[in-house]
């Protein structure tokens, strides 16, 4: 009788743990619900749309077919067909000879000094003004790059690489200069034509030569310094077109610019620092209200 009792016992218990775990809440995981898109139609590529991209590679040869060297009667009918004044199509930069644009930039610092010469021997010196450094040099000595001293003078060096030479003029810095760095002073006539000069033969005959062969870009004509004729015929003419009408409007301008007391003192310094041998003219007049520049007197034809 016990052996029942304990099983219906355990029998009740099973039942009951089973009853509550069937009506205890399940927990449920969340479903995210996405909404599909469909995707827009995307055009197919060029490659695979077009039936003539297989071929485009046969429009541009290989390279050995397309670089051929023109014929010489293509040469010689296509220089007979340029017109000087209009500048070939390969022109706009310059046309000098690979030899000496390389002499020129090599010597570009060079600064031909001093000369001496001892029964034959000559013996000239050039600075070289950017590693500033002292070149002794001789009459058929050559120096670094290949460039040979092909003649050697009190005058001039001249310097020669492979077939193309460049002469060095002897330039010797005039003795004012260290003057006038260290007192600013007006120059006079001659130490005006000494400091050309001097200019010319340190800088002048290099640009001079760079220049020689410059030849205008397709189409641009060669340029050419303005005569006096056309540069009067110029202003006339500018004159005849807004000249005048400046001149009408400035008629109205009345108008003066007052002189502070510390810009007369200036004016004063700057007449005695760089004219102490001229006298000064007054201020006042010089700075006059009739003096004073309007717009009627900026632009005033030049009397033939």
């Known amino acids: 009788m016990r052996i029942f009792l304990l099983l219906f016992t355990c029998l009740f218990v099973v039942g009951i743990v089973l009853f509550a775990m069937m ?74 000879k690979p030899d000496i644009t390389r002499l020129l930039s090599l010597i570009n610092d060079w600064v031909y000094v001093d000369y001496s010469q ?20 001789f009459e058929g000595k050559e120096l670094e790059y290949g460039i040979k001293v092909s003649q050697l003078s009190d005058e001039a060096c001249t310097l020669e690489l492979r077939d193309e030479k460049f002469t060095l003029r002897r330039a010797e810095e005039p003795n004012f200069f260290q003057e006038v760095q260290q007192q600013m002073r007006p ?3 001659d130490e005006q034509d000494k400091a050309y000069e001097y200019y ?5 005959d290099k640009f001079s030569k760079y220049s020689e062969m410059y030849k205008p870009p397709f189409g641009t004509p060669m340029p050419k310094r303005v005569s006096s004729e056309q540069k009067q015929q110029g202003l006339q003419d500018y004159m005849n077109r807004y000249g005048n009408k400046f001149a009408k409007e400035g008629e109205q301008y009345k108008g003066s610019f007052p002189y502070t007391e510390q810009q007369k003192e200036n004016y004063k310094k700057y007449w005695q620092t760089f004219f102490p041998d001229r006298p000064m003219p007054n201020f006042d007049e010089a700075f006059s209200k009739e003096n004073q520049v309007g717009q009627s007197d900026r632009l005033q034809p030049e009397s033939k």
């Open 187 to 189: 120059l006079t006539k």
């Open 118 to 137: 001892i029964g034959a021997s000559k013996k000239g010196n050039i600075r070289k003004t950017r590693d500033n450094e002292l070149l002794i040099v």
């Open 200 to 204: 010319m033969r340190r800088y002048g």
């Open 23 to 96: 009506q205890a809440p399940q927990s449920q995981k969340p479903e995210i619900t996405v909404t599909r898109l469909d995707e827009a139609p995307r055009p197919l590529p060029v490659l695979q749309s077009d039936p003539a991209a297989e071929h485009i590679l046969e429009f541009f040869p290989e390279p050995e077919k397309f670089i051929q060297s023109p014929s010489p009667d293509v040469s010689e009918k296509k220089s007979k067909n340029n017109n000087p004044a209009l500048g070939d199509a390969s022109a706009g930069k310059n046309q000098l």
